[in-house]
């Protein structure tokens, strides 16, 4: 049985940072983050699979950075130059599946993890983040 446990939420302004961490416990292959904004539907933030390929959604691009510690079967999100906009409870996922989608520009192609929350059987209770203006 999969166990995700998240923590490092709070409250930050506009610009700040923070970085959330997700203690798995249990086989995964594949983990994600999301977020839910109230009355708005859950949304992929960014994931990694087992071969350390990763996928943003283009929203966190260039700002947030997901990474894995197996040592310590530790999911973290670096989360910075945070917007109003980010506001949110954010939630760990993961599954032992393979899942992948893959985008074309400029001709080149790249294949990597699914951040579409059907993907995703397994979740957190969330932590809840915060950016002020």
């Known amino acids: 049985q999969v166990q995700l446990v998240e923590s490092g939420g709070g409250s930050v302004q506009a610009g700040g940072s923070l970085r959330l961490s997700c203690a798995t416990y249990?086989?995964?292959?594949?983990l994600g983050w999301f977020r839910q904004a109230p009355g708005k539907e859950r949304e992929g933030v960014a994931a990694?699979?087992?071969?350390?390929?990763?996928r943003y959604a283009e929203f966190v691009k260039g700002r947030f950075t997901i990474s894995q510690d197996k040592a310590k079967n530790t999911l973290n999100l670096q989360m910075n130059s945070l917007k109003p906009e980010d506001t949110g409870l954010y939630y760990c996922?993961?599954?032992?599946?393979?899942?992948?989608?893959?985008?074309?520009?400029?001709?080149?192609?790249?294949?990597?993890?699914?951040?579409?929350?059907?993907?995703?059987?397994?979740w957190g209770q969330g932590t809840q983040v915060t950016v002020s203006s």
């Open positions: 990694i699979d087992g071969d350390g390929k990763t």
């Open positions: 249990g086989y995964t292959y594949r």
């Open positions: 996922a993961a599954d032992f599946r393979v899942r992948t989608t893959t985008t074309c520009s400029g001709g080149i192609c790249y294949t990597a993890p699914s951040v579409e929350p059907r993907d995703y059987n397994y």
